[in-house]
Structures are given as C-alpha cells and as structure tokens.
Nanobody
Framework: QVQLVESGGGLVQAGGSLRLSCAAS????????MGWFRQTPGKEREFVAA????????YYADSVKGRFTISRDNAKNTMYLQMDVLKPEDTAVYYC??????????????????WGQGTQVTVSS
C-alpha cells in the first residue's frame, strides 16, 4: 500500500524559510510523478510544484517560482519542498501527492491518486 507522510510545517515569519518533507513507502516512487499542492479553507487545492520522475525537470506555479525548490532523494524515498522568502499568502495546508501509473507530471490534482495527510504552514506578517 502506497503511503505518503508529510512533515516540516510550522509557523514562520515573512521572509523566512521552511523545508517540507514527504516520505513515501509502498513502492519505488522514483518511477512516478510527484507533486506538492496547497489548500486554504474554502478554496480548491492549488498546484505548487512537481517533478515528473527522478532526474527529470521540475515545474512550479508562477506564484512560487524562484522561491520554492522541489527535490527528490531516491535512496530515502523522500521528496522535499524548500520554501524560501515566504509570504503570508503562502499560508496553507501543504500536501504531497503521487500518480498511480504515470511518470508525467500534472497541474491538475485529480491526476494524482495517493496523497499525504497534509502539513500546516503559517507565515506571519
């Protein structure tokens, strides 16, 4: 059974940094696309960043480009999201996700089958 567990969220001041981790188990996750999404109350889940597979290109939402970096550690079956120069509008619950079959990345959260439980990121002004 595929499981994803996020960690690393917390409270940080604007301009600060956090690194989120997503530990995967249940299969060789390097063959599949993985992504980060975020959600605030009353809004739809929003694409943040994705990587098609280990060693491939990465993709970012315009709102985080240049500030966030997605990376994967194949040996540890773990994905990371380094978040720098955080802004209050980055406040959300952050989720990691992976596809069921595809190595291609998607912006649409409906293309991802497995999800973590989420980790809260709060950026104070």
């Amino acid at each position: 059974q595929v499981q994803l567990v996020e960690s690393g969220g917390g409270l940080v001041q604007a301009g600060g940094s956090l690194r989120l981790s997503c530990a995967a188990s249940g299969r060789t996750f390097s063959n599949y696309a993985m992504g980060w999404f975020r959600q605030t109350p009353g809004k739809e889940r929003e694409f943040v960043a994705a990587a098609a597979r280990v060693g491939s290109a990465t993709y970012y939402a315009d709102s985080v480009k240049g500030r966030f970096t997605i990376s994967r550690d194949n040996a540890k079956n773990t994905m990371y999201l380094q978040m720098d120069v955080l802004k209050p509008e980055d406040t959300a619950v952050y989720y990691c996700a992976t596809t069921k079959y595809s190595s291609s990345w998607y912006r649409d959260p409906n293309e991802y089958t497995y999800w973590g439980q989420g980790t809260q990121v709060t950026v104070s002004s």
